[in-house]
């Protein structure tokens, strides 16, 4: 290289490297970036990282200027004499031995105060919430509320919450980037993490599971919403109230709990006639679809080759998918409350399952259309992983990877209008 092309190479160097110098300083590309003050605990990582930060970089103006000093003051010269060897330098070596480990201890211990903190002694008062990861779907509990929901977390602003984490098979990791750190989820024990929404209003943000867990680890998602104290309280009230059958009342969003329906898979007509319910209350709140940040709507596409016709789907009845249901495999899997016959424990739990933005551990959104292509063949709706999904294929004529056989009626598989007509119950189950 010639003196001067050097400038020249030099300039295109810095040219280059500028743009990604900018942009790696954008939040606004990086929706789920855990540098936030949204929370306690994102503050106190950020402060945290920014430390390191700053330590990294003082070690390493230190070290390059050692480096060029060396470098420039014993340079060779001509005619210079050969060096004097040596056999080491004990204060040198003790320098560089005892700075680093000082360095590190500077980092570690606001590192473990940290852990210790949010691992440990939650403030009094906070709510508390019981997080099971299955593969590969989260469920969500509150106990003091009584309430079960799955991949959909509601938080209050302002409050505490404490999580309780614990696994039904292998390990998996708990995630909300934008409002705290990662924490393992283990058969074995139970681990904790706190913190405090107190610095955000009504927002979603992704959440996923961060330690490899099996063969649909990518697609183990779920969605977290602060929301304010009478918005949290009005979902708590709906959440608690029992499911009711087609026809008994014009709406399950009520903060009274609802008469369980008298209904088993062994009693059809009990299914059709239900007792009388309340008359419903005004409506429990719920995140609206509408208001979804764009990173955090599901755009998982749809497998080729898969389909439901569209005039079947809007010709689904309720009440004929309610006796359905209650006659299917389904109640062996899902739980309803309210619903006598559907006590499964295996899938999540459906009580609500209208009121929700997504299906399928967060990879689709909660409509119709998705909703039945899922029943129809969960195993090809799971993307990249043919056979990774806990749910067996139900649509008759469709291929199931797992039996290695094409679903018929005699494998107890369901007709597009039965499946329409699941549907068209689920969807009142709000």
């Known amino acids: 290289m010639t003196r001067t092309s050097r400038p020249r190479h030099l300039f295109i160097a810095i040219a280059a490297a500028l743009p990604l110098l900018l942009a790696s300083c954008s939040n606004s590309q990086y929706p789920n970036s855990t540098f936030t003050s949204l929370t306690d605990m994102n503050r106190d990582s950020t402060s945290l990282w920014n430390l390191m930060i700053w330590l990294g970089i003082a070690v390493f103006v230190l070290v390059e200027a050692l480096l060029i000093y060396v470098m420039i003051k014993y340079r060779r010269r001509p005619d210079s004499p050969e060096p004097e060897h040596v056999h080491g330098n004990t204060a040198l070596e003790l320098t ?193 679809f509408d208001q979804l940040p764009a990173h955090v709507v599901p755009d998982t596409p749809i497998p080729d080759g898969l389909t439901f016709d569209e005039a079947v789907l809007a010709g689904g009845d309720a009440q004929r998918g309610y006796q359905q249901y209650s006659q299917s495999a389904c109640i062996g899997c899902h739980r309803i409350r309210g619903h006598r016959g559907s006590l499964g424990i295996i899938g999540p739990d459906l009580t609500h399952i209208a009121s929700r933005n997504t299906i399928a551990a967060g990879l689709f959104p909660n409509d119709a259309r998705h909703m039945a292509l899922w029943i129809k063949n969960a195993q090809k709706m799971k993307p990249q992983f043919m056979g990774s999904a806990v749910m067996p294929t139900l649509g008759v004529g469709e291929y199931d990877p797992k039996l290695k056989v094409t679903v018929g009626r005699a494998q107890g598989g369901l007709t597009d209008q039965q499946i329409a007509d699941i549907v068209a119950y689920l969807r009142t189950l709000k």
């Open 96 to 288: 560089w031995t005892i700075l680093p480990a000082f360095v590190l201890a500077i980092i570690a211990v606001p590192t473990v105060q940290q852990i210790w903190k949010y691992q440990t002694g939650a403030p009094a008062g906070a709510l508390q919430v019981e997080v099971i990861g299955h593969q590969w779907w989260w469920e969500f509990r509150y106990p003091e509320q009584n309430i079960t929901t799955a991949n959909e977390l509601y938080i209050p602003t302002g409050r505490p919450v404490n999580f309780s984490m614990v696994s039904k098979d292998v390990i998996h990791s708990f995630w909300i980037p934008q409002l705290g750190g990662k924490r393992d989820l283990m058969r074995n024990r139970t681990n904790f993490i706190w913190f405090t929404p107190d610095s955000v209003g009504t927002q979603a943000f992704n959440g996923s599971c961060n330690e490899y867990c099996g063969t649909s680890h990518a697609n183990m998602r779920f969605r977290a919403y602060t929301v304010s104290p009478s918005e949290f309280d009005s979902w708590v009230a709906g959440q608690q109230a029992n499911a009711v059958a087609p026809g008994a009342a014009a709406s399950t969003d009520s903060a009274a709990t609802a008469t369980p329906v008298a209904a088993s898979a062994t009693s059809p007509a009990a299914a059709a006639t239900p007792p009388a319910a309340p008359a419903p209350t005004t409506a429990a709140y719920s995140f609206p």
